[in-house]
């Protein structure tokens, strides 16, 4: 999938240096410092777990490159999963924090959910974002979620949503 500046593409299995220097690096957590991968193999582990998402349902998170010279700049798009009672789609942006302020999370962001809209219109699409993070409530916000109520939240994170047909708030 291409955008104006990105290529977001399927997950390779030697994708896992790239996702440790995009998760490994404290910057890239700062607003949830107790997640951020100690090791290579931490990232390799969640590289298998994103690539059997996609195995299982033939979407699932890209690799976010700059288009003119293929270098990765994050990881982001959307998983299907559990969510309270619901099955939703969860949207997911992780960028190196020299991407930050550009965009590319938006732009990432709103062409995920323009596929979710052509492809899954049945399922509700999500973000679960730490309560501090204001810049990436702004990415929600831009691509047009909205915040739901505060029972619907989680201790710390605030929860925004698309519109969905028939979603209790």
């Known amino acids: 999938m291409r955008t104006p500046r990105l290529l977001l593409r399927r997950l390779q299995a030697e994708d896992g240096p790239a996702m ?3 998760h490994g690096d404290p910057a890239t957590y700062q607003y949830s410092p107790e997640s951020v991968h100690r090791s290579l193999a931490s990232s390799e582990a969640m590289l298998r777990l994103c690539r059997q998402h996609w195995s299982k349902h033939g979407f699932g998170y890209w690799a976010v490159e700059l288009a003119q ?3 990765i700049i994050g990881f982001g798009g959307l998983e299907q999963q559990r969510w309270h009672e619901y099955t939703v789609l969860n949207l997911y942006y992780r960028f190196t924090p020299s991407a930050w302020g550009h965009g590319y999370a938006t732009e990432m962001a709103r062409t ?3 596929l979710a809209q052509a492809y899954l219109p ?3 699409i999500i973000a679960r974002i730490r309560s501090a993070n204001l810049p990436s409530q702004q990415v929600a916000l831009k691509v047009g979620l909205q915040r739901l109520p505060e029972e619907m939240e989680e201790p710390g994170y605030y929860v925004f949503a698309s519109a969905y047909p028939g979603w209790s708030r």
């Open 69 to 71: 010279d293929r270098t």
């Open 112 to 114: 995920a959910l323009q």
């Open 20 to 22: 440790f220097r995009v």
């Open 122 to 124: 049945s399922l509700p």
